[in-house]
């Protein structure tokens, strides 16, 4: 679903949405390092094999075990932290040429409107979202769903 953000109300807009899609990384990031961690730790025995080969000493499995799952966790820990800053410093507005007469956004860039098929100069800000919050934040503000573009038939 494609927003259009006008200018005057664009910072404000774009603050409430960072917010929301913060409280939404605090959730996801607890999930993302579980799955993720368990999902390494459960298809790197062959790599834990190695471990104990290499440092076998007199201590017990047990340690060398706990030490293997919790690095894992804290190197997955890490990179997902850092792929969570990088979603969240991306720009979160696009622009695109805009038919302010259909409100419609020329999504493949082919310089027409696809309603009317008016050549498009205007350019506009939009927000491209799917999550529920950040659609119930649009439509506080006033703000619906433009039409498009679509290089993809319709579906039947």
């Known amino acids: 679903m494609h ?64 030490g293997f799952v919790a690095a894992t966790v804290a190197v997955v820990a890490v990179a997902s932290l850092w792929w969570l800053r990088v979603l969240s410093r991306r ?23 696809p309603c009317c098929e008016k050549s498009l100069k205007e350019k506009a800000q939009f927000l491209f979202t799917i999550y529920d919050g950040e659609i119930e934040i649009a439509k506080r503000y006033g703000l619906g769903e433009s039409k498009r573009s679509s290089s993809q038939p319709p579906h039947s």
């Open 3 to 66: 927003i259009r953000v006008p200018g005057e109300i664009e910072a404000a807009f774009e603050r409430e949405i960072r917010k929301e899609r913060f409280r939404l990384h605090l959730v996801v990031y607890p999930v993302i390092v579980v799955i993720a961690s368990g999902f390494l730790i459960g298809q790197s025995h062959k790599v834990y094999y190695l471990f104990h080969r290499f440092f076998e000493s007199g201590e017990g499995n047990d340690d060398l075990a706990i």
């Open 91 to 113: 720009p979160l507005l696009d622009t695109y040429l805009y038919c302010s007469k259909c409100d419609a956004l020329d999504f493949d860039e082919v310089g027409q409107c």
